[in-house]
């Protein structure tokens, strides 16, 4: 069945460093949905990015990820950590439901 | 306003107690979902409407039970609750199933 992998359960940085969160995807679908969503504490999760490209960048708020699907992954990047960049990001699949990951903690230091 | 909206926020139930959850929303939205969050595990999707009286099992469906009968509302029971149901829920919705979700603020289940 379909499955999105988040191979990490926790990322800490300090401010100012790259953000790389990674995901990928398992599914027997051509043409997926790919979603990031992010969850700051106490809040309810809400879109951050989406994709059905291939090879297509796509850019929010600071963060961007490009669906690869050569290599099944929708990795979530941004140039320079701030703050309130902590929060709980999710990434999810969709091909016949919505399917999310473990999620990915990220704690920014100052 | 674009809006989900669950009742009640927080809830302390007694184990085999019946529990319901409401959800609401005003986008006219065919697709609803109720997810349930847990840490390390994410969102675990429960159950799914398409349009009212068009449920479908989700990942987790056991112990729970679903109702649409009105496309702006979306119900969540559990049916004796059990104490590893305590978890936060998520109620959202969506245009198609391809769109974004929208979601509600949670409500925090306790059953002791």
């Known amino acids: 069945g379909d499955s999105v992998t988040q191979t990490e359960g926790l990322v800490t940085l300090t401010e100012g460093l790259p953000v790389m969160l990674n995901c990928t995807y398992q599914?027997?679908?051509?043409?997926?949905?790919l979603f990031w969503y992010v969850q700051h504490l106490n809040e309810s999760p809400r879109l951050l990015l989406k994709?059905?490209?291939?090879?297509k960048r796509t850019e929010h708020q600071g963060f961007h990820a490009t669906l690869h699907k050569s290599s099944s992954s929708f990795h979530l990047q941004k140039s320079s950590a701030q703050l309130s960049d902590s929060a709980l990001y999710y990434c999810a699949y969709m091909g016949y439901k919505l399917t999310f990951g473990t999620g990915t903690s990220l704690l920014v230091d100052p | 306003d674009m809006k989900v909206t669950q009742m009640p926020r927080y809830l302390i139930k007694r184990m085999g107690e019946n529990v319901l959850l409401e959800c609401g929303q005003d986008m006219s939205h065919e697709t609803m979902y109720w997810y349930r969050q847990d840490p390390g595990l994410g969102l675990q999707l429960i159950y799914i409407s398409y349009d009212v009286d068009s449920n479908s099992e989700g990942d987790i469906p056991k112990g729970y039970r679903v109702s649409r009968k009105k496309r702006e509302h979306f119900s969540l029971i559990l049916d004796s609750a059990k104490t590893n149901q305590t978890s936060v829920y998520f109620c959202a919705s969506s245009g198609t199933t391809n769109e974004r979700l929208f979601f509600g603020h949670g409500t925090k289940l306790s059953v002791l």
């Open positions: 994709s059905f490209t291939d090879n």
């Open positions: 599914t027997i679908y051509s043409n997926p949905f």
